[in-house]
């Protein structure tokens, strides 16, 4: 299984960046999907997240400016940021809960994407 994340790059404050990912492997169902993101001396924080249902749930410091969204035919998770500013400036990870042919629920991580934003 391999989540792959794309769509990180160097924009100024006030521009937009879309990540991707896309979940590809054995699996059998795609439960959560989420984005997380990590600044330099800083923990790993969520961003935002989003139920296989549809449900989405954002950190206050996103809410209102990220959107998460999926194609569930595609096993893909977006997360559209317009109006970014320099503390947006992380790696982003995706993350997805994947469910096995036999049960279990797994949880998987991209490669992370840098994003930075300059002022």
């Known amino acids: 299984v391999q989540l792959q994340a794309s769509g990180g790059g160097l924009v100024q404050a006030g521009g937009s960046l879309r990540l991707s990912c896309a979940a590809s492997?054995?699996?059998?169902?795609?439960?959560?999907m989420g984005w997380y993101r990590q600044a330099p001396g800083k923990q790993r924080e969520l961003v935002a997240a989003i139920t296989s249902g549809g449900s989405t749930n954002y950190a206050d410091s996103v809410k209102g400016r990220f959107t998460i969204s999926r194609d569930n035919a595609k096993n893909t998770v977006y997360l559209q940021m317009p109006g970014l500013k320099p503390e947006d400036t992380a790696v982003y990870y995706c993350n997805a809960v994947l469910g096995g042919y036999y049960g279990g629920a797994y949880d998987y991580w991209g490669q992370g994407t840098l994003v930075t934003v300059s002022s």
């Open positions: 492997g054995t699996f059998f169902t795609v439960n959560d």
